[in-house]
């Protein structure tokens, strides 16, 4: 006996594609405020950052989350509010209107185009995924398929041809038309007013500001008779290395005669730390502190530290020697021949043993009096310094 097949009735495709749209925006709103807490709160860590390789910090450190001088998390904003308001129109289940599916369906699938070109980024070049990330991928194919098969249960009519008439259809409906030129205009003035907090500027080293070397041949920044020394255990390729030492380098522009910060170095690189990173790890960084062991040698060592801090943030898969060299005043030659010295990777080598000693197994990490802050100094502290 053939059994008939019950077919759902159109509020259940609708609402479907609809939840699957509202999901992404609140996912994408969470996103866009850990992007920004990301970058500004020392003390932030978002409920996802788990683990080095699942860690949404990350991804929202890395300038790969920029896109056309706008955050990922607003551009996502933005589509899945444009996912909504081309569903207004279509809640009712009109025949005239039905052929805008076919531009749902559209937008969908560029949407989760982009989504496996993030995978590939976050695969390739961070090297960490971001569980809120791969939910919006998921929402993405989600909302393809469903605004898919809502079209071809409703329209008898193929696809591609659909699409002009579906673009005429939803222009000549006066609400979609303007919510559509406001979230244009929404976005458009983003990308200009919007401050780009993401770049964080670097104060330069203020004359007050005294600078030298320990008697350890560290080089420390900051109050030539400290009342509070600070030992910063730092990677060159750490998103938060860089944020907390500049910050803790405004803090010394403005209080030059109570703080002091010592610069050591600890990089996660399997190359030069098996025991702490047995697995590749932000590759490169124990070159890059080697690079800034030789700027010390030659009294450069504050102008290449800021450098080296730029280029491992910039989006390139290697870094040239050539702008330390000249900064240091050198021949890239005797660079590369100074970084390779038994001098130089011996400093390299007890600054890490010093860090194991501590008990460190992250960066940054900051030994102030002999106890050991990993990620940043507490605000107790912070604030004690400058009273």
Known sequence: MKTQQTAFPYPFYF?????????????????????????????????????QAINCDTVAQNPWSIFWGLPLALWGLFVYALFLVLLIPLKQL?????????????????ASGFSIYLA?????????????CVMTY??????????WVTFRRFSKVRFFSTLPTAFNVLAHI???RWSIALLIALLIAGRFFIPTYWLQDVDPISAKVATGITNEGNPWIGAETPQFVIEEFTDYQCFQCRKVHFYLRQLINQHPDRIRLVHRHYPLDHEFNRIIAPDPFHV???RLALVAIVAANHGSFWVVNDALYQAAQAKKDSIEIDE????????TAQLAAEMFTEITLKHLQHDMVQGLQHGI?????????????????????LEKMIK
């Open 15 to 51: 609402w479907q594609v609809a939840v699957y749209a509202l999901a992404g925006l609140l996912t994408s709103l969470y996103l866009a405020y850990a992007h920004y807490k990301n970058h500004t709160d020392l003390a932030f860590s978002s409920f996802c950052a788990i683990t």
């Open 94 to 110: 009109d025949k005239k209107r039905v052929p805008g599916w076919s531009l749902i369906t559209a937008l969908a699938l560029v």
């Open 120 to 132: 590939a980024l976050s695969a390739i070049r961070i090297h960490s995924w971001c569980v809120l």
């Open 138 to 147: 998921a929402v993405n194919f989600l909302l393809a398929f469903s605004s």
């Open 174 to 176: 006066a609400p979609v």
């Open 284 to 286: 490169g960084s124990g």
């Open 324 to 331: 330390f060299a000249q900064l240091m005043q050198i021949s």
């Open 361 to 381: 197994t992250g960066t940054p990490s900051f030994v102030v009096d002999g106890k050991v802050y990993p990620k940043a100094l507490p605000p107790d502290l």
